[in-house]
């Protein structure tokens, strides 16, 4: 199996700061991209930023210039720092991985969703 699992959210006032991880485990041989979407109620789940295995970021326009996506490589785990926060960024925050499995699952590519971690911005 492979697991992700997320970390970190929390309630903060709007202009405050959060910083979630997410780690993957489990029959990994590679991690090629990660990365954080969001989601409320009722709306589609939207991308918030992905990483490359290289460190490159992307980031949506709504994020660009307050979050900073990072990933340490041997650890497996993401990060997502969050600055100036809006209420508006309140959402479930998901952690995904394009994860190329080991030889117990068959060494397969494909992607791994965490479960969510909830992050609450009040006015």
């Known amino acids: 199996q492979v697991q992700l699992v997320e970390s970190g959210g929390d309630l903060v006032q709007a202009g405050g700061s959060l910083r979630l991880s997410c780690a993957a485990s489990g029959s990994i041989f590679s991690i090629f991209d990660m990365g954080w979407y969001r989601q409320v109620p009722g709306k589609q789940r939207e991308l918030v930023a992905t990483?490359?295995?290289?460190?490159?970021?992307n980031y949506a326009d709504s994020v660009l210039g307050r979050f900073v996506i990072s990933r340490d490589n041997p650890k497996k785990t993401v990060y997502l720092q969050m600055n100036s926060l809006k209420p508006e960024d309140t959402a479930v925050y998901y952690c995904k991985a394009d994860v190329y499995t080991g030889a117990e699952l068959g060494h397969r590519r494909g992607d791994y969703w965490g479960r969510g971690t909830q992050v609450t911005v009040s006015s």
């Open positions: 990483i490359s295995k290289g460190g490159i970021g």
